[in-house]
C-alpha cells in the first residue's frame, strides 16, 4: 500500500500494488535521487520469493494521488525477513531470509531487464536470528569507494564489517556483546555513525559491565530496554530500561536532529527520546492497539512520523514538539528571573506541543503491517 500526504489532510491518497505472496518488508532505495522508488521482498515458505522494485510517480490532480509502476522482479531464494538498500549505489541491497535451517544475509546486486541478482557476498558468523543489517549512511559501496560499512544485530551481538571496494568479500572490525534477553532490532545512528542502538524483548537487569550513561537507569527489570554502544570503544554508553513495557520492535534516529530517537513496542506505544538524557521519554503516544511493528522519520520533514501495527493500520503524525524545526529555548532572557525564565520556558514547551496532532488513520491493509518507508 503506498500513500501520498500533500498539505490538506482531507485528500491524503492511497494507491495498492499486488504481490502474489505476502510480503514483511519494504525499503527505499535511497540512492536513486529522482524517481520514488522501493524494494519489496515477499515471504512464502513453499514458493520461490522475489525482490519487486517499484517507482511511485506523484501526479498533480485533483485527487492527489499517484501511479505506481513495476520495475523489475528478480529472484530471490528463500523467505525475505528484511531489505537494506545502499544509500549511494542503487543496483545493491542487502536482505535477511530464512533458509528453514538458518538466518543468512546476503549482499545483492540488481541487473536492469534481468531477474537474476548477483550474489556478491554473505556476512558470515551470525547466531540464531539475524535481525538487522544496517549501512553507514555516511558511507555505502560505490563503483570508486575503497570501502563501506554495514552494522548487523543478531540474537546477542552487535557487528560491523567492512566491505572491499568491489563489495565482493568482507571482514568483521567488530563485536560486542549485548548480553541480558535477546535483541529484537537494532539501528545505528545517521549522525553519530560510530552509535548503535538495539532494542530487547528483556529488562537490561542482567547487564553489569557496561555504563548506562547519562540518566540511564542500570536495570531493575520490569520491562524491555534499549541499549546504546560505541563501536570505537566497544562500551555500552546509556541504558533505556524499561523503555516499553513488552518487546521493542523498531528503533529509528531522527535523521536531521542529533540524539532523538524514535522507539516502539509490544506495548502498542510509539515513545521519542532523548538519549543524552534518558531519564524519561519526551514525548509518548498510544500509537495502535496492537503491536507497533515499524516507526520511521520522514528524511526531509521529521516532523511527519508514520508508525505500524498488528491492527492492520498506519498511522501518520505531526510532531513539531520534537522535529528540527522545534522552537528554541536558547532565545530566552539570560537576565530575567528564575522564576520568570522557568514561565518562559513552559509556555514555549506547552505552545511547541500542542501543535502535535495525528494527521490520518490508514485503514486499508487487510493483515498485521509489519513494515513502512518513506
Not at 491524503?12 to 524494494?39: D, P
Not at 544475509?105 to 537474476?116: D, G, R, S, Y
Not at 537576565?335 to 522557568?342: A, C
Request: glycine share 6%; with cysteine; aromatic share 8%.
Amino acid at each position: 500500500m503506498f500513500y501520498n500526504n500533500n498539505n490538506n489532510s482531507s485528500n491524503n491518497t492511497s494507491a495498492v500494488y499486488g504481490l502474489t505472496a505476502k510480503a514483511r518488508c519494504i525499503t527505499t532505495q535511497a540512492a536513486e535521487t529522482v524517481k520514488n522508488r522501493f524494494l519489496v521482498g515477499s515471504f512464502s515458505l513453499r514458493e520461490d520469493n522475489e525482490v519487486h522494485l517499484i517507482e511511485v510517480k506523484e501526479n498533480h490532480h485533483h485527487d492527489g494521488g499517484g501511479d505506481i509502476s513495476l520495475v523489475n522482479i528478480f529472484n530471490h531464494p528463500c523467505e525475505i525477513w528484511s531489505i537494506s538498500a545502499s544509500p549511494t549505489n542503487a543496483s545493491l541491497f542487502f536482505s535477511i531470509y530464512n533458509t528453514g535451517t538458518e538466518f543468512k544475509t546476503t549482499l545483492w546486486k540488481m541487473h536492469e531487464n534481468n531477474p537474476t541478482l548477483t550474489d556478491l557476498v554473505e556476512l558470515k558468523g551470525h547466531s540464531g536470528v539475524i535481525r538487522s543489517v544496517v549501512w553507514d549512511q555516511t558511507q555505502g559501496a560505490t563503483e570508486s569507494s575503497s570501502s563501506s560499512s554495514v552494522m548487523t544485530v543478531d540474537e546477542s551481538y552487535l557487528r560491523i564489517f567492512d566491505l572491499n571496494s568491489n563489495s565482493s568479500s568482507a571482514k568483521s572490525t567488530a563485536e560486542i556483546n549485548v548480553s541480558s534477553g535477546k535483541n529484537l532490532v537494532g539501528t545505528m545512528d545517521p549522525i553519530h555513525t560510530c552509535i548503535a542502538s538495539v532494542g530487547t524483548s528483556d529488562s537490561s537487569s542482567s547487564s553489569s559491565s557496561s555504563s548506562s550513561g547519562s540518566g540511564g537507569s542500570g536495570g531493575s527489570g520490569g520491562g524491555c530496554c534499549i541499549k546504546g554502544f560505541d563501536f570505537r570503544s566497544g562500551k555500552q554508553i546509556y541504558t533505556i530500561d524499561k523503555a516499553h513495557s513488552e518487546g521493542v520492535r523498531d528503533i529509528d534516529y531522527n535523521p536531521n536532529k542529533a540524539y532523538y530517537m524514535a522507539s516502539c513496542g509490544d506495548d502498542g506505544l510509539v515513545k521519542f527520546w532523548d538519549v543524552r538524557n534518558t531519564s524519561e521519554a519526551l514525548k509518548t503516544i498510544k500509537a495502535h492497539k496492537h503491536w507497533v511493528w515499524s516507526v520511521k522519520f520522514n528524511r526531509y520533514h521529521d516532523q511527519l512520523v508514520i508508525s505500524s501495527s498488528s491492527d492492520h493500520t498506519v498511522q501518520l503524525w505531526n510532531l513539531p514538539s520534537i522535529s528540527s524545526n522545534r522552537p528554541s529555548l536558547d532565545g530566552l532572557d539570560s537576565s530575567s528571573s528564575s522564576s520568570s525564565s522557568s514561565s518562559s520556558s513552559s509556555k514555549l514547551k506547552k505552545a511547541s506541543k500542542a501543535e502535535d496532532l495525528p494527521i490520518k488513520t490508514f485503514e486499508e491493509h487487510e493483515d498485521s503491517v509489519y513494515s513502512v518507508a518513506w
